[in-house]
Structure formats: C-alpha cells, structure tokens
Nanobody, 122 residues
Framework: QAQLVESGGGLVEPGGSLSLSCAAS????????MSWYRQAPGSERELVAT????????KYVDSVKGRFTISRDNGQKKVSLQMNSLQYSDTAVYYC???????????????WGQGTQVTVSS
C-alpha cells in the first residue's frame, strides 16, 4: 500500500535550519508530482513547495522563496525540503503529498504523509 513517511522536524531557533525528508513506498514515485504543505494551529493547510516528476519544475509559495529548497531523488524515492533562515511564522506541521498535476488542481492518485512538527522558538 502507498505510504509517505516524513522525518526531520524538530525545535530550532529563529534563523536556524532544518532539513525535512519524505520517504515513499508502495506507489510509482517517479511518476508523482511531490509537494510539501504545512498547517499552523488554527490555520488552513498551505501549499509550500512543489516539484515535478523530473525535478525540472519547482514552485514555492512567496513566503519561503529564497529560504526553502525542495528536491527529489527518484532512485531513493525521497523528497526533501531544506529550510534555512527559519522564522517564527514557519512553525507548523509539515506534510508531504504525492499527486498528479502541477497546477492548482491535483489529480489522483493522491497520498499524504502523517506530518512532522517544525517549531521555531527562542
């Protein structure tokens, strides 16, 4: 069965860095567009970054441009999110998602990970 498992979250001070990883299994990873989302308490889930199947298409939400980097390794079936210059507002649970479609509408098959907590605090 399809599975996405995130790791790498934790507590970090403002200005610090974290690297999130999402390991995929049970589905055709190389044919899936991969995205990272985040959800802060009391807020809706927000799309943070998307990477196309080959890695040539990448898109970020404006608030993380220049600070976050999404990447993927199809051989390892893994997608990563390098987060630098972290801010208090980056505090959230971060989820990875596998889907089809690069635009605003995502097509099935769609899979979600369970999420990993990122807390930015001094």
């Amino acid at each position: 069965q399809a599975q996405l498992v995130e790791s790498g979250g934790g507590l970090v001070e403002p200005g610090g860095s974290l690297s999130l990883s999402c390991a995929a299994s049970g589905f055709n990873f190389s044919s899936s567009v991969m995205s990272w989302y985040r959800q802060a308490p009391g807020s809706e889930r927000e799309l943070v970054a998307t990477i196309g199947t080959s890695g040539s298409f990448i898109k970020y939400v404006d608030s993380v441009k220049g600070r976050f980097t999404i990447s993927r390794d199809n051989g390892q079936k893994k997608v990563s999110l390098q987060m630098n210059s972290l801010q208090y507002s980056d505090t959230a649970v971060y989820y990875c998602k596998a889907h089809r479609g690069l635009g605003a509408v995502h097509w099935p098959p769609i899979y979600w990970g369970q999420g990993t907590q990122v807390t930015v605090s001094s």
